[in-house]
């Protein structure tokens, strides 16, 4: 829903409670957030509510984007993280590996 050309927020609590009672057993959900925004620590505490021990978050990004996890599963290990991003990157060119880096720094 847009009113008066803003979106509303993909971070607030319905949306948050939504996607994680659709979760499947295995499944994780994806939120980037604006790390620079100046109301991203209220965010952030807002989700670690909602979410508690289901999130997890990468380290800011250069750009100040952060990417929320939200998931039951246990988190893959690194050696499959690495595989995939290298696949990935064979196939389309998208290289992660500064992605994992910093989720390695975790």
Request: no cysteine; aromatic share 6%.
């Given at each position: 829903k847009q009113e008066d050309g803003k979106r509303d927020s993909l971070d607030r609590h319905d949306f948050i409670a939504a996607c994680l009672a659709r979760l499947q057993?295995?499944?994780?959900?994806?939120?980037?957030?604006?790390?620079?925004n100046p109301d991203f620590p209220a965010r952030r505490a807002q989700l670690e509510r909602i979410a508690g021990e289901r999130l997890h978050g990468l380290p800011a990004s250069p750009s100040g984007n952060v990417i929320a996890l939200l998931g039951d599963a246990p988190f893959p290990p690194q050696e499959a993280l690495?595989?995939?991003?290298?696949a990935l990157q064979q196939g389309t060119g998208l290289d992660l590996g500064p992605t994992l880096a910093r989720l390695t720094r975790s």
């Open positions: 057993p295995a499944g994780w959900a994806a939120l980037n957030l604006l790390g620079r690495t595989a995939a991003a290298e």
